[in-house]
């Protein structure tokens, strides 16, 4: 320790050697400064275009920087009449290198992001700037846009209520403002658009996020989450749930005894009668042909189809999944058993423990049909339809980086999570803010009347206050302890963003009283005196030279008067948990140099102090006889007071990186479904794709009722053929094909059904054409990808609620919770297949409005929200899901396979594909 410490004193902080060797690049632009000014507006206009040749030449960013920053600061100075400061150009190399700038308030954090933007933004693939709220997009993309189009750059705004073509002109131009919930949202639109035509966002490329801190740890760990209602009708369920009980069940059964015994003595099997048959092992319930031509004719009674329509077209296939719903809720579930009614409500009942689970919900509509089975109301459900955090979007982006006032306190948490180094860049003039110590009062009404008695004291001598406080309730007390004092005053406590920015810049004026919650002001300073610029825009459009010259002078007269005052005077009545909340209230004074004063106020009933050792400290002032208007000003408690803070942030640093862990796999698997829903846009043709979805998932059936390497004796044939017809439609008689050829093994009957699955698709798309085929065939595939999604979202939702309980069980929950979503996301992946391979070929496509009938069945009412849940990644950003391109010619599923191996394909390489 003594060894660093004397290292330090030596060759300074890394922060300090960092920051000497940008001055040397820093000279360097400032050596450019006259080349540049020399030249015309159309001269420094064509740098632009001479940057980009560079760029394509072989040059890269860091090779252009200077001049790229030169010309920036000229162009900054004829359009908007300012000049980067040196510290400025240091800030805008620590963006440009994918670090956080902590540049104090007032310093010009707006201006500095030009550099970096415009520096980036010359590669084409667009730059995006981050905001905290809407009015703080569209105020700095209108202050800076003159200074991006004089040299040649579109800039774009991307705000909530845009039509989508106005959204994707903002995403399209070379820089655009937007704030981190509409990106996030917009991005997660884009991955449920059905082409790429609905899509508004480009491939994101470099991001500067304002307040950084703000945004990526202080709201990281709540989601965006895009929800909606379950688009099925409680009158649908009624309706089905009225008919289905008019369907006779079947007498034979799948695994009766004289069915077995006909297959074994390969005799006639008997046919199902009824209109359905149950399997009970697997919980299943199968419509025979006489089934479906039955409940068809019933729901054209009742007009839920139409007298020439099938419930297999694509616009009726919803009803297929309602039926097998209400029979399996009337000949499977039974009340008392699976199930419970309270209170009006269905309560399933764990199967293995016979306990209730209440908040738990059966999927697939299984509980609505319960539901209207018992006649209770059936619940409509939001159900999530997408969501990401923060940190998960804004590792998408290669290149990061971050400007605030106050990192350097969370410097170790950027560094682990985002590998984000937090650079502290110095001020342009001295820093002369007087910052006081503590003031602790053994209660919070001596704590108040002492905080009151500072407001008069200013207020008597118009130096101007803002009183930050940690809630509303603080706020409105003190607001009514000044209205009882006759002190004119403002309260900012609400999220109005623009009326917060208005009185924040008139809060420097000569006995301005402001009381402000910490989020207050932010983006907007405090200027001593008042806001000129908004005093000369009040004036209107073509004010005369006499009335801007009286503004001006009355302007200078009100900032000497502040400046003779002593600046603004910070207080703060009570310390934040996060020592970074604290600094931020201070970093409102002292700007640019300025005079300025601030303090705290604590009583040991604050919520820091009462939680952290306030007893010892409580019996110590009681001791010494101090009352309730008596305080204690001493370094020490200082310094207790701040290592209680480093405890709370140690504490919920913690927290966030374990809530990490769990969301590194959610996100994980978002990236591995985006990614297919990406390919499968944008891919022209995806006849092979299909086929070979198709050829697995039959491959999978096939072999779960004929086994690898088995014997006829242990095949089960029946059920086979009953599941190719009941579920795709699919007839064979393989009882017949055995009878005639004895010399079938299971590889043989396994090709021979493969042969005529694939006949029986090709017949299939020569009624409905090739063209309308493919689409629907996309179009089937991205809904059942979408909303098979849509039910593992809620899954693993459910699976992380109650996963800690599995450390009773001496296991660890973040390792079980890895484990069960691992097996959870292969059963989606497969069952994506399936369900889609079903729906191919049992739906009846007969034009391309089929198509459309599909697409539109997604399209419904969503709900945006940031909502209060846990969630965070952590760790390097997943690989890209490269999409698999066979080389040379396919290779048969019982070819050998090209490796040399003497094995066939699907046993060996043909696994893996």
């Known amino acids: ?93 620590v963006l440009h290198r994918g670090n956080i700038a902590e540049m104090r308030t007032g310093e010009g954090k707006t201006l500095m992001a030009t550099l970096a933007a415009y520096l980036n933004a010359l590669m084409g693939h667009g730059v995006h700037v981050v905001t905290v709220n809407d009015y703080l997009a569209q105020r700095d993309a209108k202050w800076m846009e003159p200074l991006y189009n004089f040299l040649g750059m579109q800039v774009g705004v991307a705000i909530p209520g845009m039509t989508p073509d106005a959204k994707r002109a903002a995403y399209a131009a070379d820089i655009t403002y937007a704030t981190n919930n509409e990106l996030g949202f917009d991005y997660l639109r884009d991955n449920m658009a059905f082409s790429l035509d609905h899509k508004v966002q480009r491939e994101p490329t470099f991001a500067i996020i304002d307040e950084v801190d703000s945004i990526l740890i202080d709201e990281a760990r709540t989601p965006l989450i895009i929800s909606g209602p379950v688009d099925d009708s409680p009158e649908l369920f009624q309706t089905v749930n009225r008919l289905v009980p008019h369907l006779e069940k079947s007498t034979v059964e799948p695994d009766t005894k004289e069915t077995i015994t006909a297959m074994l003595n390969k005799q ?81 009942v764990d199967e293995f423990t016979g306990r209730t689970m209440e908040g738990r919900r059966w999927s697939d509509g299984l509980h609505q049909a319960v539901e209207a089975k018992e006649n209770v109301p059936i619940q409509r459900e939001n159900q999530t339809l997408a969501s990401i955090t923060f940190q998960n979007y804004f590792r998408l982006y290669p290149k990061l980086s971050g400007m605030t006032g106050t990192a350097d306190t969370e410097a170790y948490e950027f560094q682990t999570i985002y590998d984000l180094e937090v650079i502290v860049i110095p001020t342009h003039k001295p820093m002369i803010r007087n910052d006081q110590g503590d003031l602790v009062f053994l209660n919070q009404e001596g704590k108040y009347r002492a905080i009151i008695k500072d407001i008069e004291d200013c207020f008597a001598r118009k130096q101007p206050v803002l009183v930050g406080t940690a809630s509303i309730e603080a706020s409105e007390y003190l607001a009514s302890e000044l209205k009882k004092k006759k002190i004119k005053h403002n309260v900012l406590n609400a999220k109005q963003h623009a009326r917060e920015a208005e009185i924040i810049a008139e809060a420097g004026k000569p006995g301005a009283v402001t009381i402000a919650t910490n989020m207050a002001g932010r983006g907007t300073d405090i200027v001593l005196g008042g806001n000129l610029e908004v005093e000369l825009t009040a004036l209107g459009k073509d004010p005369s030279e006499t009335a801007k010259n009286r503004v001006t002078d009355d302007w200078k007269e009100r900032h000497q008067q502040v400046l003779d005052l002593g600046g603004l005077r910070i207080i703060g009545t009570e310390r934040h948990e996060s020592r970074r909340i604290d600094n931020q ?20 009933e604050d919520n820091l102090m009462r939680i952290f050792g306030q007893n010892r400290l409580m019996d110590t002032m009681r001791r010494f006889g101090m009352d309730e208007d008596e305080a204690i000003e001493h370094k020490l408690i200082s310094r207790t007071i701040e290592s209680a803070q480093r405890k709370v942030e140690s504490y919920n640093f913690d927290i966030r990186k374990q809530l990490l862990e769990y969301d590194d796999v959610a996100n994980d698997q978002r990236m591995v479904i985006y990614q297919q829903r990406t390919d499968l846009l944008e891919a022209e043709e995806i006849e092979d794709f299909i086929a070979d979805v198709r050829e697995e998932v039959f491959e999978n059936v096939i072999r779960q009722y004929i086994p690898l390497n088995s014997i006829d004796e242990q095949w089960d044939i029946v059920t086979l053929e009953r599941v190719l017809n009941a579920e795709f439609g699919i007839e064979m008689n393989i009882q017949r094909w055995m009878e005639r050829d004895d010399d079938l093994d299971d590889d043989l009957l396994s090709e021979k059904i493969h042969e005529n699955i694939t006949r029986f698709s090709r017949e299939k798309e020569m009624m409905t054409g090739p063209e309308v085929m493919r689409d629907f065939e996309k179009a089937a595939y991205l809904n059942i990808l979408d909303q098979l999604w849509k039910e593992h979202l809620a899954q693993m939702d459910h699976l992380r609620q109650g996963i800690g309980l599995r450390a009773h069980a001496q296991k660890q929950p973040i390792q079980e919770y890895k484990r069960e979503a691992y097996e959870m996301f292969n059963d989606l992946l497969d069952k994506i297949k399936y369900e889609t391979i079903r729906i191919v070929a049992r739906v009846k496509v007969r034009q391309s409005e089929d198509v459309e009938a599909l697409e539109q069945h997604e399209q419904q009412p969503m709900q945006y929200q940031h909502a209060q849940a846990g969630g965070a990644t952590q760790g390097k950003q997943p690989e890209r899901v490269e999409t698999f391109v066979r080389d040379g010619e396919k290779v048969g599923r019982n070819e050998p396979c090209p490796c040399g191996s003497g094995k066939k394909y699907k046993q060996c390489h043909g696994k893996l594909a």
């Open 1 to 93: 320790m003594a060894f660093n410490t004397l290292f330090t004193k030596v060759f300074g902080s890394r922060n300090q050697r960092y920051i000497r060797q940008l001055d040397k690049l820093v000279d360097h632009i400032e050596g450019l400064e006259k080349t540049y000014q020399a030249m015309s507006d159309d001269e420094l206009k064509q740098q632009t275009t001479q940057l980009k040749e560079r760029l394509a030449q072989g040059e890269t960013l860091d090779d252009i920087l200077a001049d790229a920053f030169a010309v920036t600061r000229e162009a900054s100075v004829r359009t908007l009449g300012m000049r980067h400061y040196p510290v400025q150009l240091i800030g805008g190399i």
């Open 268 to 348: 006639e099997i008997p046919e199902a009668d009824g209109d359905f048959t149950v399997d009970e092992k697997s919980k299943q319930v199968f419509l025979t042909e006489q089934g479906m031509q039955n409940i068809e004719e019933m729901y054209r009674k009742n007009g839920l189809i139409g007298d020439e329509e099938s419930m297999f077209d694509a616009k009726h296939m919803v009803l297929v999944h309602h039926t097998t719903a209400a029979l399996r809720a009337h000949y499977l579930f039974e009340k008392d058993v699976d199930y419970i009614v309270k209170d009006g409500e269905v309560i399933i």
């Open 585 to 604: 209230l201070r970093g409102r004074a002292g700007r640019q140099g300025d005079p300025g004063s601030s303090r705290f106020y604590i009583s040991l």
